[in-house]
T-cell receptor
């Protein structure tokens, strides 16, 4: 079945540095990718939607300049957390819509970001 | 606005006992409905989904869920809980295929021996 691969699975970075998270669709083309954030003990909240060939759409309250999203190709979307701070520490997970109707979305494995 | 409500934040069930996790959604039409499970520090695993048709759907690990249109509910059930079922459970909806999911706040399931 369709697979979405997300890397890295975990990362620790120093405050002020930038971190890039990659999300690849392995055996299908994803023109759209959803990025979610999950704070500890909380639910998943949609941050933004990346679209191949156009600018990402951000949810209200999400800083566009801090969370840079690029959909470079039909199989790759990236999320870069710029000038990371401890409050950005979270679980980030990407998801591609189903390639066919009446199937579920495909989630990456998630990335645990810890900013120290 | 669309929303998903999971009324129970934390539930403790004895091993071998039955389980029901509640989920209510708010949406004008019948959305696509999902239940996911998440173990600590892990990603999401799809338990089951409902798109249309038979309102009782079977999933993996012995779980089932029943869609009730009149109650806007999609409750998850399991007849006999195992200790390995302890995890976080999320109900989610999508207005239609291809859209982002809206997640409930989750229910933490603890299993006592």
């Amino acid at each position: 079945g369709a697979v979405v691969s997300q890397h890295p699975s975990w990362v620790i970075c120093k405050s002020g540095t930038s971190v890039k998270i990659e999300c690849r669709s392995l055996d299908f083309q994803a023109t759209t990718m959803f990025w979610y954030r999950q704070f500890p003990k909380q639910s998943l909240m949609l941050m933004a939607t990346s679209n191949e060939g156009s600018k990402a759409t951000y949810e209200q309250g999400v800083e566009k300049d801090k969370f840079l999203i690029n959909h470079a190709s039909l199989t790759l979307s990236t999320l870069t957390v710029t000038s990371a701070h401890p409050e950005d520490s979270s679980f980030y997970i990407c998801s591609a819509p189903p390639p066919t109707a009446l199937t579920e979305a495909f989630f990456g494995q998630g990335t645990r970001l810890t900013v120290v | 606005a669309q929303s998903v409500t999971q009324p129970d934040i934390h539930i403790t069930v004895s091993e071998g006992a039955s389980l029901e996790l509640r989920c209510n959604y708010s949406y004008g039409a019948t959305p696509y409905l999902f239940w996911y499970v998440q173990s600590p520090g892990q990603g999401l695993q799809l338990l089951l989904k409902y798109f249309s048709g038979d309102t009782l759907v079977q999933g993996i690990k012995g779980f089932e869920a029943e869609f009730k249109r009149s109650q806007s509910s999609f409750n998850l059930r399991k007849p006999s809980v195992h200790w390995s079922d302890a995890a976080e459970y999320f109900c989610a909806v999508a207005p239609f295929g291809g859209t982002a999911l809206i997640f409930g706040k989750g229910t933490t399931l603890s299993v006592s021996s």
